[in-house]
């Protein structure tokens, strides 16, 4: 079937390490992005990528850093120097088509 | 810069109650408007995809409208399995930027 796949659904980390997160499509799409969802509250941009090997900041990828090597896949490592990382995070991909489409996100707690 | 306000922030309405959501948006030309729906802990499902000022789009209770500065998404006679969070995003007419800018939501509730 096709779509996109985030992995894991939970994480839980300890405070001051990196970990990373994953999203992979098989919809041929050649943009990808990252979002970050806290509670009530709507999607904040982290980083987007438009074609393989490039990539744009949003407006808070502070504290994340992302790599786009294949066209499947586009990681996201929320690094220590996030302060706040405990969210919901999601993953997007989009093709020729000007919508989005998500895949079912993973809860990130920092503890 | 790009912005999204949609209000209200939340709703509740009796089964059968219709009624309206807004998305007003500032955007240096649009290049599409999108309306998605998000169930909590899920990532959100696509709606629709609207072009410009006078397009409209149905699907079954729900009807998307454009104008040059918001969209409404019309809920007509709500069923409990509509409450969800519909969000509207935006994006813009940048040098072909895939940039999509989200608003916050409205977080509808229907009573039964």
């Known amino acids: 079937d096709g779509g996109i796949t985030q992995s894991p659904k939970y994480l839980f980390r300890k405070e001051g390490q990196n970990v990373t997160l994953s999203c992979e499509q098989n919809l041929n799409h050649d943009a990808m992005y990252w979002y970050r969802q806290d509670p009530g509250q709507g999607l904040r941009l982290i980083y987007y990528?438009?074609?393989?090997?490039?990539?744009q900041k949003g407006d808070i990828a502070e504290g994340y850093s992302v790599s786009r090597e294949k066209k499947e896949s586009f990681p996201l490592t929320v690094t220590s120097a996030q302060k706040n990382p405990t969210a919901f995070y999601l993953c997007a991909s989009k093709g020729y088509a000007l919508e989005a489409f998500f895949g079912q996100g993973t809860r990130l707690t920092v503890v | 810069e790009d912005q999204v306000t949609q209000s209200p922030e939340a709703l509740r309405l009796q089964e059968g109650e219709s009624s309206s959501l807004n998305c007003s948006y500032t955007v240096s030309g649009l290049r599409g408007l999108f309306w998605y729906r998000q169930d909590p802990g899920k990532g959100p499902e696509f709606l629709f995809t609207?072009?410009?000022a006078g397009e409209e789009k149905e699907k079954e209770r729900l009807k998307a409208t454009l104008t040059k500065k918001e969209s409404f998404l019309h809920i007509t006679a709500p069923k409990p399995e509509d409450s969800a969070t519909y969000l509207c995003?935006?994006?813009?007419?940048?040098?072909?930027?895939?940039?999509?800018?989200f608003g916050k939501g409205t977080r509808l509730h229907i009573l039964p």
């Open positions: 990528s438009q074609i393989v090997n490039d990539f």
């Open positions: 995003a935006v994006q813009a007419l940048k040098n072909r930027d895939d940039k999509i800018i």
């Open positions: 609207l072009y410009s």
